[in-house]
């Protein structure tokens, strides 16, 4: 069975080499469709998620994949230990060509994100947690550990989605203090988070758990949390791999 460093490393190096292939595609042009939902994919998704799928496989051909872009594995019965994969988190932001995306890899045991790795190529920005369950960034090969802050007394700041701000969400932010907020796309905002930009990150419209296992594994490291709007500690391996509603946030 692969051990936990090698698993870090080879999900930082597919991570990277899929952002590589995604980034020359997005330069150089693409063609969009739409899937059966309605929602849009590129070359770039499947060419991303194929190299990652193949480095997966042959790192820990014992851990099931569970990945947006292949259909067949939504119905797999959620084992104990798996990985999520987005390789293409933020396609409309991928399409509207402002760069905010990022290719998610994440791995879950026993319903947690133990580890995870956010990449967004245009940034060239890299967040993982290491083997000793740090959140590091890392840009222009320097790395360092982040941390989530506490709120301060003068209001939260919070991340919202630049693409997908739901009412409900809009709701909950207006029963807090705010002192400001952070548009951004993809996983990102839990990005935002961990490193103690934003205070809290709310979500009450759909998503899957591979849109969010990734960065919520980089937000616990840093010292935040992943919550239902009730509270309870956010699960993963949930029947047909959906989330409900959640609140991202920093430190307590």
């Keep these: ?59 820990a051909p014992e851990i099931a994949v569970v990945s947006e872009e292949n259909a067949a594995s939504h119905a797999l019965a959620p084992p104990e230990r798996f990985f999520l994969v987005d390789p293409l988190d933020g396609t409309k932001e991928f399409v509207s060509r402002n760069g905010e995306f990022t290719v998610n890899i994440a791995l879950i045991e026993q319903g947690v994100p133990v580890l995870g790795v956010v990449y967004a190529p245009v940034k060239d920005q890299l967040f993982w947690v290491d083997v000793q369950g740090n959140a590091i960034e890392e840009r222009a090969g320097r790395q360092s550990v982040i941390t989530a802050r506490t709120p301060p007394a003068t209001g939260l700041i919070a991340a919202v989605s630049r693409s997908h701000l739901d009412e409900a969400s809009t709701a909950f932010l207006e029963g807090h203090k705010l002192a400001g907020t952070i548009s951004a796309g993809s996983s990102l905002k839990f990005c935002l988070v961990a490193r103690g930009e934003a205070d809290v990150y709310p979500r009450f419209g759909p998503t899957n758990e591979w849109d969010t296992a990734a960065g919520d594994a980089v937000l616990r490291a840093a010292g935040g949390r992943m919550l239902t709007p009730e509270g309870e500690v956010f699960r993963y391996g949930k029947p047909g791999y959906g989330n409900g509603p959640y609140v991202a946030w920093g430190k307590a």
């Design 1 to 59: 069975m692969s051990d936990r460093k090698s698993l870090i490393a080879e999900m930082r190096r597919a991570a990277l080499d899929a952002g590589r292939v995604i980034l020359d595609i997005y330069e150089r042009g693409f063609a969009t469709e739409r899937k059966a939902d309605g929602s849009p994919v590129t070359e770039a998704d499947r060419q991303g998620e194929a190299l990652i799928l193949k480095r997966l496989a042959a790192a």
